[in-house]
């Protein structure tokens, strides 16, 4: 069994709504052409649920797409407030999510998965779910260097499903709109 096909959205579960809600939002927020934010999304989402399952970490498959693929989105979005783009990726979760059925995922850690997925350092106290984005993040952005325990050959598989596209630009436009927006992200709320 490839190890993509072992952490699929799960089309059964009664949270399978929220995949296409998440796709919906993907496609209304984001102002990149191309696939490269896209699968970056998709990238995080299959490293994230691999880390989970390795752990025995218990997150729903389907809300955890949802969680990837808005996890950026505070960058671009502009109909939500927060100080940083973190917290507008939490309240465009928020608001996305009022009356949707999460799993009974506590709302916690959901709001430590949207504020500390890009946490460079280590957090006291965050959740196993949180803490699994937090490395798949580094193991995407290392682009596999690091692995966090898992197969080499896994990880090779999630780059090659979901290629980079023209990811490197967007990260481009990503860092010049904390620059220009909310400098003091780059320490506080990716550092410390």
Known sequence: MSALAAVEPDPQASTHGLVDLADQIFDRVSPYEGDGLRNHCRRLYN????????????????????????????LVADEVDGKTYLHRSYALFERITDGQDLADTSPEVLRECLLFNHRLLPVSGLSPQAECFRKAVQIEHTRGLARFGLDRGAVREVFDAYPRDNFDRVLVDFTWRVVKREPWTLLKGIFL
């Open 47 to 74: 490293l994230a649920t691999m880390l989970m399952a390795k752990n025995g970490v218990e997150l729903d498959r389907n809300v955890a797409y949802l969680v990837a693929m808005i996890h950026d989105l505070g």
